[in-house]
């Protein structure tokens, strides 16, 4: 059981009309609330009341109208507290240790998993031990601060944005703790924050507060998928409005929300587009792009989507496009049918790749070796080796990796590994320690150039494919030497065309490959011939953006990534599904822009869950 799914009947607080006053004004007014068990996130602009309603829960400050009223039941813990807070100031004690503070909070009868010194470990304190809180960093002590409240074994963790001082390149690790930790002890846990991605990442629920009043209070994905108003869409993170500008590939009946995500729209170059680009910011996840009406260029508007790599420049023509019907969208629901089973796993471990200076990267891609070893390529740039322990045994950088990353890996039989490198135009061969052995392609259009090469598969008879995208989306084939043997495919959305081919497999004389903007797995001869769609004989298979594609030890199953609907489907070879396991999200179980997975001996499956930066096994 996850953190965020622990639940009781009562709400864990119920506020009714509360207000509170302070010398220059009201602070908080009018709250009618109910806050659930679980996790809830409290977010707002500094001011908008985010520490004044946390001080209401835990007693701090009492209201000057309405009631604040705890709701406790039988299920408290007879060892620990009930409730713990941990103020934006901290509150450390200056006459204790760091060790001190940790055990002259936990219970006698402490949990194996997080007694003070397991917790000193997790929150790398362990070499501060004897020191007291004036001698420690900011970071340090607010690592302390949070470690404390773990010990303490409470059942409801209260927090005013904690971590907040810690590094961008350790603060999941951290919050993964809390989330374990939660998940032994069934702890709720309420928090404030102004991070829109630790929000997705950790929280079920969330309070949004402007001005000391709440203007949404309910489900994160809600919020993220169907929001109520632009205002507080922006909340969990950049928003596009569709209302205020045409979007192709959908029809205004099919529209049921005015609001898209970024990586729901796509912004293309377009020479006989609609609109032309005024301005371009690109940011590395998002990049803005505002554009207007040639001959209306007094109105413009702004628009978010996920490119790969910035390409659009000022004065260029675009089209806005959608990637998906967003109906299928909403609540997480997919485009599945209600009756496909669900796919079940006993055990997920999952782990972040290692961090690279401030950042934590994300893998990208994956594959497993004779061994069960895993290779895996993350956006710093590297190859990654994991043992079948999953713990890290080399590494290595690509030879170039400025101007973009590589998306695709493959070992091949002759102990070679193979890396689609992306925007440099080519496929990459290294022997297993990371040596280059030869490069295979140049930019361009013609037999054996590539535009963007993204996946790499082997077939038995040492043949080699590779698919690309970028207005040039086709699958070549070459010998094991790189020799050119043919090319199939085609940019479009008929049978045998793809609009961005991604991940690909070869089983028994057939190429499967992902289609990704087409939504579906399109099926060739290992000649090149068109087969089928996958799925047509048996009613259809739904699927948004499938971005990867592996099959099982028993070659009868086939295993596919959504990078849309954020899970796993899981079908037999004619396209029936047989289970779906995910949803979108940053909960154990879900998956935020997976573009990945593999599939080892013993039909464990992982998954690069790019999004939340980690890597996901998951065990039959």
Known sequence: MSISS?????????????????????????????????VTAVMGYSGAGKTSLLNLLVRFERPDAGTVVRNQNASSPVNGLDLFWVPHTLGLWPQYSVLEHLTLVCPQSELKHFSPESLLDDFNLKSLSAKYPGQLSQGEASRLAVARALASHGRVIVMDEPLVHVDQAHWPIY???????????????????????????????VICLEQGQVVYAGDVNELYYDPPSLPTASYLGPVNDLSIIPVQNLSDGERKSHFARPEQLSIVKDVRGSYEVKNVKFSGSVEEVTVSQPGAETTSATFYHRPVRTVLQQGDRVSLRLLLLLVCLIFQIGCGKETDPRLSFSETIQWPVPAE????????????????????????????????????????????????????????????????????HRVVF?????????????YGEAPGQFVYPVSVVQDPAGNIYVSEYGNNDRVQKFTEQGEFLLEFGGVGTGPGEFQRAAGMIWHDGKIYVSDAVNNRIQVFSDDGSFLEILGTKTGGLPLYYPYDIAIDRHHNQLYIVEYGAGRITKTDLSGRVTGRYGKTGMNQGEFLTPWGLTVNSKDQVFVADTGNRLIVKLIP
């Not at 622990?6 to 109910?34: C, Q």
């Not at 709720?188 to 079920?204: I, K, W």
């Open 175 to 205: 919050w993964d703790v809390i989330r374990n930790s939660g998940q032994e002890q069934q702890i709720s846990l309420v928090f404030a924050t102004h991070s829109s991605e630790l929000v997705m990442r950790e929280a079920s629920n």
């Open 6 to 38: 622990v639940h009781s009947e009562l709400p864990l607080w119920s506020l009714t009309d509360v207000s509170l006053n302070w010398a220059h004004g009201t602070r908080l007014t009018g709250i009618n609330l109910e806050i659930p068990s679980g």
């Open 430 to 442: 290294f022997d297993d320690q990371g040596k280059v052995s030869k490069m295979l392609g140049e």
């Open 357 to 424: 200076g401030m950042k934590v990267p994300a893998p990208r891609s994956q594959h497993i070796g004779p061994a069960d070893e895993l290779y895996v390529l993350d956006n710093a740039g590297r190859v990654l080796v994991y043992d079948a322990e999953n713990q890290l045994d080399r590494q290595w950088e690509m030879p170039d990796f400025e101007i973009g990353k590589p998306e695709g890996i493959c070992l091949l039989k002759n102990g070679q590994i193979a890396v689609a490198d992306t925007h440099y």
